[in-house]
């Protein structure tokens, strides 16, 4: 069996604008739910949606006469650390990437890729395709090409040779190119919701908490807001507690470092020694940084993280005993 899923919904959005452009249409963006293509004089700003939290955006991309497609694993899992990217290799889902955009001249090429590039080095697939990328990966780190247009937020610990560090929205950002408002009356906003069964990335599949979400896109429109410029509820530095958790107890050791009431840094220490719990915990303490820093502590509240439903309440709780500690 060839399965084209991994580009099915893309070349669907390139048929679309195959027929807008053939009716004259000069300026459209077809959206397919984390697949887009644009066409028009001036650049749009899509927000690229945070693959474990989809109230924020890691950052967003400038895009202008071509397309952008993203995939993730957080809007087709079914369980503890299962979802819809598997490797052919092995047979097992993807675990060292979350999730990737690319930009390029198409949406099916761009598709395919954005799923390539969880199981491939970018500099691999730029030997035979031109294209831009973001892909972040499961300790919150984010890579990205250097012709890539956009800007990214929040920040990470030691990223590789070729990563850039995410940054809060109050801290330097990458250069993006001019970004002009589109007139209302010389932009025809095409949206199509499209939802292909099983093998072109459906939408209406479960999470691993049983609840379907509302669409299979990981892109937005809206960037996050800047901080208020309040005064800081808590105290600057490095805290440290254990956050203990369910009957026997189990236990976790949490740092966690602060600025302007901001989580800028945080390390997940496992306890358990039974390898159940340990792989649990290991997964859980993975997982934790892409999804915490860079956001206000008094935001954090974790539930379901990495296939783990009762590790995180010990880390809610390390988390109020550490603002209890902080707090000025």
Partial sequence: MIDVGAAGKGYLVDIISTILQQAGVAEFVVDAGGDLRHRGEHSIRIGLEHPLDPRLVIGVANLQNRALCASAVNRRAWGNGLHHLLDARTGAPATDV???????RDAALADGLATALFFTGAHQLAETHRFAYV?????????????????LFTSTPTPSRRSLPLKPP???????TR???VPRSKLLLTTIAICIAAATAG???????????????????????APSSRRSR?????YSATGQYGSLPSSIGVSVTLVDDVITAVTVTPHATDPTSLDYQTRFAQAVPALVVGRNIDEVNLSKVAGSSGTPDGFNAAIQQIKAEATN
Avoid: H, I, K
Avoid at 98 to 104: D, I, K, L
Avoid at 135 to 151: H, I, N
Avoid at 170 to 176: A, I, K, L, M, Y
Avoid at 234 to 238: E, I, L, Q, R, S
């Fill in 98 to 104: 979350v999730a990737t955009w690319v930009v390029a």
């Fill in 135 to 151: 892909r972040m990966l499961a300790d919150g780190r984010a890579e990205r090409s250097p012709d890539f247009d956009g800007e």
């Fill in 179 to 181: 970004d002009t408002t």
């Fill in 170 to 176: 109050n801290q330097s950002r990458t250069r993006t």
């Fill in 203 to 225: 939408c209406a599949t479960t999470d691993a908490d049983g609840t379907s979400p509302s669409s299979a896109s990981n892109t937005s429109v809206a960037a996050p807001a």
């Fill in 234 to 238: 808590y105290a600057d530095g490095t």
